[in-house]
């Protein structure tokens, strides 16, 4: 029996979230051809021919940088990934990472593991060799946080519960993000700020053009002699090469990464994990099951939520009628050519919402009525309409 929706898995994705899949509508796997819509994590797809039947992609992680979003914009395909899903996940890291740098830890691991003798001979290494292991305490230091997303504010509220002072920046925090960020967390007027002030720094922003390279050279110049980096978001927001140009000169005190590169992970004052931030069970659940349920909300009723490229837009079905689901680019009188279309055929509109971002813009019309295949044609003719469809009437 010929499904309803192909999904095309590019990696393995949590059975939590794949079983939410109707098996009666679906047809889910990494060997489905033609699909409607692909699932990835970490698959790169800017070099992959992406089939004419794609109609969304979902990444079960919050970055997008192995999509071509761009390109999927222009051809009307909105790209949906999942932000906060693993937020938990990179916390827990990035507080694990405060205590291996505070601590040092890993040095100090690494010296009991290569520890040889009998007890006697091990008690008296250890008494000898731990004070090139003398950290401090947190409680009373000051955390610097670039970004206060999803990551960035579970971890600011989890450092003031540590002891630590924290003050934070992010000029274009959500509302969301603002009502759960604690009052204890101090604002900074600038970036800089934030770099001057810390003993640790930690960094959350998403990897775009604009944060390439936002731990710098200049910014680097302007920390304390003593301070730490982390960085538990994206490896290409800190210049490797002046992170471990200030480590030789003694003017940065220690960089903890999830990225390990050649010019950092051999480096001694350098501890890179391998890329665990969103590494638990947990977080791979939560990540499956919100792409899923995102993929889900657009084939079946138009809804675009959680989208790096296209608007949000949600628009509750209104029982009986059927939905015709437009993206076209953002120029004038779109909604008005459709609904003249919908009119002309004698069909009532119930509902409609028209949402933009930049260029692009998503129409829902929820109509009372049949629609034939030529309604469809004559709205994929109006000039700057992408894509258009119809889905059937909700039970």
Known sequence: MTKQFRIQTLNAISGAGLSRFPDDRYDVGGNVTEPHALLVRSAKLHDVPI?????????AGAGTN???????TERGI???NTPGANANAVKELVLAGLFIASRNLIPAARFAHELTGDDAEIARAVEAGKKQFVGFE??????????????GVQVANAALGLGLN?????????????????????????MEEVFRRADILTVHVPLIESTRGLVSTQRIAIMKETAVLLNFARAEIVDEAAVVSALDEGTLGGYVCDFPSTAVHKHPKCISLPHLGASTKEAERNC???????????????????????????????????RLVIVNQNVPNMVGQVSTLVAERGQNIANLLNRSRGDLAV???????ELGEDVLDQLRAIDGVLSARAIEPAA
């Open 51 to 59: 089939p004419d039947s794609v109609m969304a992609i979902a990444r």
């Open 166 to 190: 924290v003050v934070g920046f992010d000029p274009g925090i959500s509302v969301e993000h603002a009502w759960h960020l604690s009052a204890e967390v101090e604002r900074a007027e600038s």
């Open 138 to 151: 947190l409680p009373g230091r000051t955390l610097g946080v670039i970004g206060l997303g999803a990551v």
């Open 78 to 80: 909105p790209v949906f």
């Open 66 to 72: 192995n999509i071509p979003v761009a390109a999927m």
């Open 363 to 369: 129409t829902l019309v929820d109509v009372e009525g």
């Open 288 to 322: 499956a099951v919100m792409a899923v349920d995102e993929l889900r909300g657009f084939l079946e009723d138009g809804q675009v939520h959680n989208s790096v490229n296209f608007p949000e837009a949600v628009l509750p079905r209104e029982p009986g009628t059927r």
